[in-house]
């Protein structure tokens, strides 16, 4: 028996979606919607095509699948925990620190916790936790969407010439000095201006980062100072120093991109877990240009990526709250 072609048209029309919307451009979140629809669907039709040769076979791998998830999750709640110890060792016992421990110990805390609702077998408690489950669900599926497309649009390199080059502000050490994290942004974006200049452009680069309350100078100068300490020329730098978040760091150097050249192009530079959100933002602002990444130390990448993903939810809250509103009484009045 084979399986008939209709088994890959989920995995067509997604895959079809996916680029379409990635042409259009790829700064679109729901581009990782589209990506991990066609994936699971390809699974289902290869699992298909498997049951045709070997119906053990399949069921096997079938087995295998559905138990990696539960494994998957508890292995990356372990993860989050180890990763958020050894942020607080590190980086200090911050607030925003705390975000990857807090999260691992809540994923590895579910299964038991779902294990003791089980048992007390009380219906309002029951009715409770099912809907937690759904929402729960949701956003993992909106979490692992985020996170693909997060590695895959961070892998992707742009070759046209660019007029400039944004690096993206970290906040600095001691009032003035560039912190590691800032560091590397700082090197990836010398990198792209090498990579630029070999190809026959002539960027500029802008430094881009206000002066904090406890900064003693803008971030965008210690940037500029720190580029032109490993060769970059004084004059290929240009600062922004007025903005204090990510969304002004893009709104005010698209600003002075525009004011000095009309028709301009242009990569951000950031960190690597920082990537898909700057890119949402960088549309959103109207930034023509794609945001490329810079590496991070393990244990802060993860922490880093809860909040990216967190942010991303409390941008769209109002969609996100409404769906989440409507899977809560869903369950709840299935279970009346």
């Known amino acids: 028996m084979s399986v008939s072609p209709i088994a890959f048209v989920p995995a067509a029309l997604f895959f079809t979606a996916f680029l379409v919307s990635f042409l259009r451009d790829r700064r679109k979140l729901r581009n990782g919607v589209y990506l991990f629809l066609a994936l699971a669907s390809l699974a289902v039709a290869m699992l298909l095509v498997v049951g045709t040769v070997s119906e053990d076979t399949a069921r096997v791998l079938l087995m295998i699948g559905v138990l990696l998830i539960p494994v998957s999750v508890l292995a990356f709640g372990v993860f989050l925990i180890a990763s958020g110890v050894t942020m607080l060792r590190r980086e200090g016992r911050r607030p925003a620190n705390l975000v ?3 999260a691992g110990i809540g994923i590895v805390a579910y299964v038991p916790a779902e294990l003791l609702v089980a048992l007390i077998d009380w219906k309002p408690l029951t ?3 099912t809907a937690i489950t759904g929402v729960l669900f949701y956003v993992s599926f909106l979490f692992v969407c985020f996170l693909l497309y997060s590695v895959v649009y961070g892998r992707i390199r742009s070759r046209r010439p660019v007029d400039y080059i944004v690096v993206l502000g970290a906040g600095l050490l001691d009032g003035r000095r560039v912190p590691p994290l800032l560091a590397s942004r700082l090197g990836r974006g010398r990198e792209v201006f090498d990579e630029q ?3 026959g452009a002539d960027p500029i680069l802008v430094t881009s980062g206000g002066q904090g309350p406890d900064e003693e100078v803008p971030e965008a100068h210690a940037m500029r100072d720190h580029l ?10 240009m600062v922004e120093d007025r903005s204090t978040t ?6 005010f150097s698209a600003e002075l991109m525009r004011a000095r050249t009309s028709d301009y192009g242009c990569v951000v530079v950031t960190n690597n877990f920082h990537v898909l959100r700057a890119a949402l933002l960088a549309r959103k602002a109207k930034l023509d240009g794609q945001v490329v990444g810079a590496p991070t130390a393990w244990y802060f990448w993860s922490s880093a990526v809860v909040r990216e993903f967190i942010a991303v939810l409390v941008a769209h809250r109002v969609f996100n709250g409404v769906l989440c509103g409507v899977i809560v009484l869903s369950r709840v009045l299935s279970a009346l």
């Open 100 to 102: 990857s421990l807090l």
């Open 197 to 199: 200049r070999a190809r």
């Open 246 to 251: 990510t969304w002004e760091n893009l709104m």
């Open 228 to 237: 032109v300490s490993h060769g970059v020329p004084s004059d290929r730098v």
């Open 127 to 129: 009715v409770t936790a």
